[in-house]
């Protein structure tokens, strides 16, 4: 069992900059972040996949594409998401995800995909 904890949300003025970490207590290997707004689906924001080559993989969602980036630091088990040029549409409760088994990076926008989730931290960008 992988338990993860969220932390790093607020309320910010669009254009203002956020990072969210999200700390686990055990090894995973592939990560991601998702966000789900009132109203509308839950959507993949970005993952970070560990490959066979030791190194890693990372994804995004075309909306956050250069504004956000995902990382994670093994040491400190925690997988972060530095959030720039903040605008309204990010306003969401961002939820950790963690998955051990590989399915492909294809298919890394997709809830289902993995077994462990934290509990979400609100994340508000006002106009």
């Known amino acids: 069992q992988v338990h993860m904890v969220e932390s790093g949300g607020d309320s910010v003025q669009a254009g203002g900059s956020l990072r969210l970490s999200c700390t686990y207590t055990?090894?995973?290997?592939?990560m991601a972040w998702f966000r789900q707004a009132p109203g509308k689906e839950r959507e993949g924001v970005a993952a970070i996949y560990r490959i066979d080559t030791g190194g890693q993989s990372t994804y995004y969602a075309d909306s956050v594409k250069g504004r956000f980036i995902i990382s994670r630091d093994n040491a400190k088990n925690t997988v972060y998401l530095q959030m720039d040029s903040l605008e309204p549409d990010d306003t969401a409760m961002y939820y950790c995800a963690a998955e051990n088994k590989y399915s492909g990076g294809g298919v890394w926008y997709r809830g289902e995909e993995y077994k462990y989730w934290g509990q979400g931290t609100q994340v508000t960008v006002s106009s």
């Open positions: 055990s090894t995973v290997y592939h």
